[in-house]
């Protein structure tokens, strides 16, 4: 049971990135799925969450320049980073959350991204 992210870097300001978020060894749609960021010394910040229902969420602070999806039957979540800015800089993490309790119970190990003026 996994997640592992793949797709940071250093990019510059007004560039592009894009996440993506490989689940194994659980349904991958049982639950919402989610994008994190957590810069260091700051609590870890929710960038953007697909519920259940298809809803999505997005943090006020990406909102116009983020897009999340994903592909059920590859298992995959993705993040498009368009517009970065170096206060997008944070190591990102992907998360699955529980349908009924509605925590987040599997975490990936994160990936760099670097946004330079």
């Known amino acids: 049971v996994q997640l592992v992210e793949s797709g940071g870097g250093s990019v510059q300001a007004g560039g592009s990135l894009r996440l993506s978020c490989a689940a194994s060894g659980f349904s991958f749609n049982s639950g919402g799925m989610g994008w994190f960021r957590e810069v260091l010394g700051k609590e870890r910040e929710l960038v953007s969450h697909?519920?259940?229902?298809?809803?999505?969420i997005y943090g006020d602070s990406v909102k116009g320049r983020f897009t999340i999806s994903q592909d059920d039957d590859k298992n995959m979540l993705y993040l498009q980073m368009n517009n970065l800015k170096t206060e997008d800089t944070a190591v990102y993490y992907c998360a699955a959350e529980d349908y009924y309790s509605g925590s987040w119970w599997l975490w990936g190990q994160g990936t760099q991204v670097t946004v330079s003026s």
């Open positions: 697909i519920l259940t229902n298809g809803a999505v």
